[in-house]
């Protein structure tokens, strides 16, 4: 009997069958085995009465976009294919990140602290026999799902939305004036909020399989030696099974959560969820300091993130807009999509405001709503340069020894550069300071990465790179343009007001 087998089979629920279920799902997508759903189809016929203005399919990171606009006066109905509940397991993030609940009124400052069921300091950046770094309030606040979507739910249902559960999304059906939704529902927008393995989601990709994936497992645990600290992005190990591992470990309500992660290309022969958590029970030990027997385990967790180079996903059809994972709007970087919705709510919710004021929901309009961003599009390359794809030769060390170096240089050049790149937002003048710093003073660690990556996804990310310096001027530029805006009529207010927010979204000029 394996490790994971003995571990997780003690553990209260279907743990190992649900491991073995993503596996199977992970060898399907591996092998392009996913039948492309039917579930949109077109009707030139108008609909005639509508009676919702969106319609959000997905409850978890759902619950949030349903709230703010119920909140902002519109008719909103959400249907959830089982019960609205957010998960044991906290969601960590940012402190100021959470301002936007504040901002949109739909938390007050008593239940945002409610809401944080953790608050630890610092965490540790370190890379196998390389550098280590220390910062402050980096993804150091475990935020509660069960509370926060429960507090969501009463100000959605108080501000007039309805909520419908055990209600699948089963099919849409677009029409000039609207869609309706499981022959029930009539709409003026769908929102798709059902993760990434969304119906809607999978048909609009055409059952594209994905470019890359990062598979993540892990445990919360008592029963380690006493530690307020944590980890955001460390290795321990050289490559192993053509992988390089990474850890993440934070103090947790329920004990602390450790969790092993690596990125990989999608090839069928890469190895899987359990592969991976034997990995990590052997290695977990070593890497905390404790013995596995000496751990009370609480809770299992694992899960697989595909990850698309076309991202955000844009929809070919009219009044369809995906929001959260199924949007692939997270940079392949991270797996805090959690996270990535919170940070692009405020947007959201005033760019789908806006949409619906000025009826601009076609998919052309609302493509602005999840625009092409150079930032999300450049972490391409440095998640290229972190995995080695399944028959490529380099040496156990190359991806430590680049890490080290570029996070060294990060340091020298102070907050303003390491935090934001520590939450996935990526800034030109960060990034240019680090190119040129690690390239001058690294020069070898660079040189090794040309062939690792290929010339070709180096000349790709060029173009981004430089489309990420003419983002970031066109944003600092913008606000002399609101004036100008204001004069506008309501349709082409909307179209100028995506723009600005993908200039600012888009060069990482949002991070405050
Ligand atoms: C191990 C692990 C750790 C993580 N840690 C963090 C973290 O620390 N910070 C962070 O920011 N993020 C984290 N994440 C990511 C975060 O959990 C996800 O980004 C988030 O759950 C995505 O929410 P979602 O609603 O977009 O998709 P999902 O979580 O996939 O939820 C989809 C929702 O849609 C519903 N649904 C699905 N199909 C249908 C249908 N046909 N009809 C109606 N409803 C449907 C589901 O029931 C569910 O409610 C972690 C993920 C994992 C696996």
Request: glycine letters at 8%; hydrophobic letters at 40%.
């Amino acid at each position: 009997m394996s490790l994971t087998e003995d571990i997780l089979s003690q553990l209260p629920g279907e743990i190992l069958p649900g491991l073995r279920r993503a596996d199977e799902l992970l060898a399907a997508l591996r092998a392009d085995n996913i039948p492309i759903p039917g579930v949109v189809q077109e009707n030139s016929e108008p609909l005639g009465n509508v009676e919702w203005d969106a319609v959000i399919c997905g409850g978890t990171l759902g619950i949030l976009i349903a709230a703010a606009l119920a909140y902002r006066g519109m008719q909103v109905a959400l249907l959830e294919r089982g019960i609205l509940r957010g998960r044991e397991q906290e969601w960590n993030i940012s402190r100021h990140e959470l301002r936007v609940f504040i901002e949109l009124g739909l938390l007050n400052q008593a239940e945002l602290e409610n809401a944080i069921a953790t608050d630890y300091n610092p965490a540790r950046v370190a890379f196998h026999e390389g550098t280590e770094i220390w910062v402050e309030d980096v993804l150091n606040i475990g935020v509660n799902p069960v509370y926060l979507l429960e507090t969501l739910k009463q100000k959605f249902l108080a501000a007039g939305g309805k909520l419908f559960e055990n209600t699948p999304f089963q099919s849409a059906v677009v029409h000039p004036d609207g869609v309706i939704v499981n022959n029930q529902f009539k709409t003026r927008l769908l929102l798709d909020a059902m993760g990434h393995f969304s119906l809607i989601s999978q048909q609009a990709r055409n059952g594209k399989k994905p470019d890359a994936l990062c598979l993540v497992v892990g445990t919360c645990a008592t029963g380690f030696p006493e530690n307020r600290t944590g980890d955001l992005l460390l290795s321990n190990t050289s490559l192993q099974n053509q992988c390089q591992y990474f850890w993440e470990a934070f103090p947790a309500q329920d004990g602390r959560t450790t969790y092993m992660f690596t990125y990989m290309d999608a090839s069928p022969q890469r190895l899987n969820l359990e592969a991976l958590f034997e990995d990590y029970l052997r290695l977990m030990p070593d890497y905390q300091g404790v013995k596995l027997n000496q751990l009370e385990i609480k809770r299992a967790l694992f899960g697989f993130f595909p990850s698309y180079r076309q991202s955000p996903l844009q929809t070919p059809w009219h009044r369809i807009l995906p929001v959260g994972d199924s949007s692939g709007s997270q940079s392949p970087l991270s797996f805090g999509g959690f996270g990535a919705m919170v940070r692009h709510l405020h947007r959201l919710t005033v760019g789908i405001d806006e949409a619906l004021q000025a009826d601009e929901l076609s998919a052309k309009a609302l493509s602005l709503l999840q625009p092409y961003q150079p930032n999300l599009t450049v972490t391409w390359l440095f998640q290229k340069a972190m995995s080695v794809s399944g028959n490529q030769q380099i040496h156990p060390q190359q991806i430590n020894q680049l890490l080290s170096a570029v996070f060294v240089e990060m340091q020298k050049l102070g907050e303003p550069v390491l935090k934001p790149f520590l939450q996935d937002v990526i800034q030109f003048s960060g990034l240019s300071k680090t190119l040129v710093k690690t390239g001058l003073l690294h020069p070898l660690e660079v040189i090794k990465v040309v062939p690792q990556v290929g010339l070709f996804a180096l000349l790709d990310w060029t173009i981004h790179y430089s489309n990420l310096g003419i983002y970031s001027a066109l944003s600092s530029f913008s606000p002399v343009l609101e004036p100008w805006i204001q004069k506008m009529s309501t349709s082409q207010q909307y179209f100028w007001h995506r723009w600005i927010d993908s200039w600012k979204y888009g060069s990482g000029g949002d991070y405050s």
